[in-house]
C-alpha cells in the first residue's frame, strides 16, 4: 500500500515537483494534485508527469487529502497557510520545505492553530541553483539529509508519516529546533548565497565588467553556481532570517579584516598558516559528508 493515497503539492517546482516524483518513482504515492501561482506553470507540471491533476480550486484539492507539501518561496508562507486553512480537513498531514523554520513556526501557530498535532515543518537539504519544475528530479534527495523540525503540539503519528515520505524520497532525517536550525543555516548556507551574489554583482557593475568576466575560469564558476539561484527565493529567506544573517556577515567581515591586515602587513607565513587550516577543515568535512560533495 502507498504511504500515500492523495498528495498535494503547493507550489510545484523543483522541491515540491521532486518530491511528487521521487514518490511517484517509488511507487508511495497514489496521486497528486498540484496548487500553484499561475496556470502555465500547472499545466507544464502536468504535461511532465510531475502532478497528475492541477487542483481547479482549494476546497477540491484538498478534499480526501492525506498529505499537504508547501513549496513556495518562505514569503509566500503565511498568506497560502491562511488559505489551506479555510479548506483543511482534520488529519491532513502537512509539511513544507522553507529553508528558514522560525518564521515558518510563526505562520503555522498563526494560520493553523486548529490543524498543530498534524503541522510537521521540514527542510530538505538538498537543490540546485535552477528552479521551476522543468528541474525537477526525482533523484534530488537521494543520499541527502532532511531537517524535520516537530512542533510540541503534533502528533507522533504526524511526524512518522513526514520523515517516511521524506526517507522514500531517499533522504536521511534529522530533528533540529527551528532556531537552531536558521543559525545553522545562516553560517553554511545562507552567507555562502550572499557572498555570491555580493561578488556578481560588484564585479559585473564595473566598467570593465566583460573584460573580468572572460578571464573568469572554474574557481568563479564553482565560488558563483549558487548566484544563479531564484533571487525572489533569497530575498524571502533572506529577509526571514536577517538577524542571523547579519551576526554571521559580521563574523565574515571579521574574517576578511583578518586577511586583508595579513596582506599589508606582507605576513605570507600567517597567511600561509590560515589557508592550511581551513584546507584541512574543508578536507575533513569532504569526508565525513555522506554524499559526493561534487553533488553539493
Ligand atoms: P521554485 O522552483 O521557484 O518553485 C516555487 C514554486 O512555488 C513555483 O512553482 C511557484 O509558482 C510557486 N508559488 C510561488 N508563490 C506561490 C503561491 N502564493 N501559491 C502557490 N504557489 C506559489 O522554488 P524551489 O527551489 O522549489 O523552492 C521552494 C521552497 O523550497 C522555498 O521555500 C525554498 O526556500 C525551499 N528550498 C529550496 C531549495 C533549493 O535549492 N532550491 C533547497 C531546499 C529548500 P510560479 O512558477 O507559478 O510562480
Redesign the pocket.
Known amino acids: 500500500m502507498a504511504l500515500i493515497n492523495k498528495l498535494v503539492i503547493?507550489?510545484?517546482?523543483?522541491?515540491?515537483?521532486?518530491f511528487a516524483l521521487a514518490l511517484k518513482n517509488k511507487g508511495e504515492v497514489r496521486h497528486v494534485v498540484g496548487?500553484?501561482?499561475?496556470q502555465?506553470?500547472?499545466a507544464r507540471a502536468v504535461k511532465l508527469g510531475v502532478i497528475d491533476e492541477a487542483g481547479a480550486d482549494l476546497p477540491s484539492a484538498l478534499a480526501g487529502a492525506d498529505f499537504v507539501l508547501l513549496?513556495?518561496?518562505?514569503g509566500?508562507?503565511d498568506?497560502?497557510l491562511e488559505s489551506l486553512a479555510l479548506h483543511l480537513q482534520a488529519g491532513t498531514v502537512v509539511t513544507?520545505?522553507?529553508?528558514?523554520k522560525s518564521d515558518v513556526f510563526a505562520a503555522v501557530y498563526r494560520r493553523l492553530d486548529a490543524h498543530l498535532a498534524s503541522v510537521v515543518p521540514s527542510?530538505?537539504?538538498?537543490?540546485?541553483?535552477?528552479?521551476?519544475?522543468e528541474?525537477a528530479n526525482a533523484a534530488l534527495f537521494e543520499g541527502k539529509r532532511t531537517v524535520v523540525t516537530p512542533l510540541p503540539e503534533n502528533d507522533p503519528a504526524a511526524v512518522e508519516k513526514v520523515k517516511a515520505a521524506w526517507r522514500a524520497c531517499g533522504a536521511s532525517v534529522v530533528d533540529m529546533a527551528p532556531q537552531d536550525h536558521d543559525r545553522v543555516f545562516a553560517a553554511v548556507s545562507h552567507l555562502p548565497h550572499l557572498l555570491a551574489y555580493g561578488l556578481v554583482h560588484d564585479l559585473a557593475g564595473r566598467a570593465n565588467a566583460e573584460l573580468l568576466f572572460s578571464h573568469a575560469a572554474s574557481g568563479f564558476r564553482d565560488f558563483t553556481r549558487i548566484a544563479a539561484?531564484?533571487p525572489?527565493?533569497w530575498r524571502?529567506?533572506c529577509m526571514a532570517n536577517r538577524q542571523a544573517i547579519v551576526s554571521e556577515l559580521d563574523q565574515y567581515l571579521g574574517e576578511l579584516a583578518l586577511i586583508r591586515s595579513l596582506l599589508l602587513a606582507d605576513n605570507g607565513d600567517r597567511l600561509e598558516l590560515l589557508f592550511q587550516e581551513a584546507r584541512e577543515a574543508r578536507t575533513r568535512w569532504g569526508e565525513k559528508t555522506l554524499f559526493d560533495i561534487r553533488d553539493i
Open positions: 503547493c507550489g510545484v517546482g523543483l522541491i515540491g515537483g521532486s496548487i500553484g501561482r499561475t502555465a506553470a500547472l513549496s513556495v518561496p518562505v509566500q508562507t498568506a497560502v513544507d520545505v522553507g529553508s528558514t527542510h530538505p537539504i538538498a537543490g540546485t541553483e535552477r528552479s521551476g519544475v528541474a539561484s531564484s525572489e527565493m524571502d529567506i
